[in-house]
């Protein structure tokens, strides 16, 4: 079965400061991970994703993520936060039959 | 711009009640999904489709139904709800590929007294 973890359930950073975000999947074949962000009030939007190649992925916004298959992990990060950059964060990982398997979410919340 | 969409942003329901949640893409999206959302649980899966007429159960698909007939329109039913149905839903598509990206609505948060 498919899984994931994401280990933080609240952050707060301050604006301008470095954000990391740190997702570990439990999947039997090769993943399909994605980055969604979900603002107040709004549906879950998508920052990235993996399937393949490269294993540092850029997204919008400004956030990239990496995949690293030894430690099962795909961690996000973002050199500069903004204020605007304040939601909750879901990792996900699919596969071929096309569920997407959630993680709990990590809430950001930025301090000026 | 693509488009998800929920028919209603918040419902209110008595116990026993049948509930429909309908839900609208505009992209010609084969797959849908309808997910459960809770604090601390994050998103769950409780029934997708890859085709008009076709469904599949997710992680959680007691206490509900889904409805395909045309392409665009994916409904969610709550046969008799409970209490313990008070959450938001969301409804998602996407075309077929496991890595193509799922677009969702922006929910319905569904209160059952």
């Known amino acids: 079965a498919q899984s994931v973890t994401q280990p933080d359930i609240h952050i707060t950073v301050s604006e301008g400061a470095s954000l990391e975000l740190r997702c570990n999947y439990s999947?039997?074949?090769?993943?399909?991970l994605f980055w969604y962000v979900q603002s107040p009030g709004q549906g879950l939007q998508l920052l990235l994703k993996?399937?393949?190649?490269?294993?540092l992925v850029q997204g919008i916004k400004g956030f990239e993520a990496e995949f690293k298959r030894s430690q099962s992990s795909f961690n996000l990060r973002k050199p500069s936060v903004h204020w605007s950059d304040a939601a909750e964060y879901f990792c996900?990982?699919?596969?071929?039959?096309?569920?997407?398997?959630f993680g709990a979410g990590t809430t950001v919340t930025v301090r000026a | 711009d693509v488009k998800v969409t929920q028919s209603s942003r918040y419902l209110v329901k008595r116990t026993g009640e049948k509930v429909f949640l309908e839900c609208v893409q505009d992209?010609?999206?084969?797959?849908m999904f309808w997910y459960r959302q809770d604090p601390g649980l994050g998103l769950r899966l409780i029934y997708f489709?890859?085709?008009?007429?076709?469904?599949e159960k997710g992680d959680i698909p007691e206490g509900y139904s889904v409805s395909r007939e045309k392409k665009e329109r994916f409904s969610l039913i709550l046969e008799s709800a409970s209490t313990n149905q008070t959450s938001m839903y969301l409804c998602?598509?996407?075309?077929?590929?496991?890595?193509?990206?799922?677009?969702f609505g922006q929910g319905t948060r569904l209160t059952v007294v």
């Open positions: 992209m010609d999206h084969e797959n």
């Open positions: 993996y399937f393949s190649g490269d294993t």
């Open positions: 998602a598509s996407s075309s077929p590929g496991a890595d193509t990206e799922a677009f």
């Open positions: 999947y039997g074949a090769t993943p399909y």
């Open positions: 996900a990982v699919g596969g071929r039959d096309y569920k997407l398997s």
């Open positions: 489709s890859y085709d008009v007429k076709m469904k």
